[in-house]
């Protein structure tokens, strides 16, 4: 799989962190004491360290994090796994959406996350590996991540689950810290809503590392957006996500694998 570009640069991130903060740029400049031109130059993606290491504090960011990500000077180390896990990055519209999979190398079970765009890859994996899905889990239920769904409920015959908090036509819904099983792995929901009314994290244990499947939750060096529920986002990925061990692999909605001890490195969410 190429290389897939982080989802958010740097003014993504100061745009996320200015709506869920509610602040008007007339009350963002004055407070950082910028022009308004500076603030809109920033805002439209002209990078300019001085400036965005103002505004940092005044929009709770990290000002190193948001400085590294201004040039361009992070990437995500690799995740290797030995078998039992998949990802899948498909185009929808201007973005691409990542979906996963993930199988008990002895029995053969396997669970779906999500579908992205289409899930015909994931198909051609399934058959190539003589895998049995089990179950479909979503992360969420924004149109992205589940275009294709009905598509992967035909061929699988597979039932789907979704947090009691968002409802989806014909899936279960699962309460906040419901556990599942397969094979020999085990999946623990985490409730990380705020992007979505439902939003939830999958922490797999039994692969050859721990994976945390967080759909939008959080994203390499930056997260999902929330305009009404933005303290309650950060709260529970600061709570549920990243207190996890700092080896756990971050399986995002979008972008790349990350892990736990990366983004407390190099998230601005999360550095300050």
Same mark, same amino acid.
């Given at each position: ?19 869920? &903060?509610?602040? +008007? %740029?007339?009350? &963002? ?12 130059? &920033? ?56 979906? /996963? ?23 051609? &994996? ?89 759909? %939008? ?12 529920? /933005?303290?309650?986002? /950060? ?23 990350? +892990? ?13």
């Amino acid at each position: 799989m190429p290389r897939i570009p982080l989802e958010d640069n740097f003014n993504d991130v100061i745009g996320k962190a200015q709506r869920g &903060l509610k602040l +008007t %740029d007339a009350a &963002l400049a004055a407070a950082a004491g910028l022009t308004p031109a500076s603030l809109a130059a &920033l805002q439209a993606g002209t990078w300019d360290e001085p400036a965005a290491r103002t505004l940092a504090p005044h929009l709770r960011l990290g000002a190193d994090a948001l400085a590294v990500l201004g040039r361009k000077g992070w990437y995500p180390e690799p995740a290797v796994f030995r078998g039992g896990f998949a990802m899948f990055n498909t185009p929808y519209e201007d973005i691409t959406v990542n979906a /996963y999979l993930i199988w008990d190398e002895k029995t053969r079970q396997a669970a779906a996350f999500d579908t992205g765009a289409t899930c015909a890859e994931m198909l051609e &994996l399934i058959q190539s590996e003589k895998l049995r899905v089990e179950s479909i889990f979503l992360t969420h239920t924004h149109e992205d991540h589940i275009a294709d769904l009905a598509r992967l409920v035909d061929a699988t015959r597979a039932p789907v689950y979704v947090s009691e908090r968002e409802s989806q036509p014909g899936a279960r819904p699962f309460k906040d810290g419901a556990t599942f099983h397969l094979g020999g792995l085990t999946i623990k929901t985490l409730p990380t809503w705020g992007h979505s009314p439902g939003g939830t994290t999958y922490l797999i244990t039994g692969l050859t590392r721990p994976v945390a499947i967080v759909g %939008d939750a959080l994203f390499a060096s930056s997260m999902g957006g929330s305009r009404d529920a /933005y303290a309650e986002q /950060y709260r529970n990925n600061v709570e549920k996500i990243l207190t996890l061990p700092k080896d756990t692999v971050l399986a995002c909605g979008h972008g790349p694998l990350t +892990t736990v001890g990366q983004e407390k490195l190099h998230n601005p969410f999360f550095t300050r």
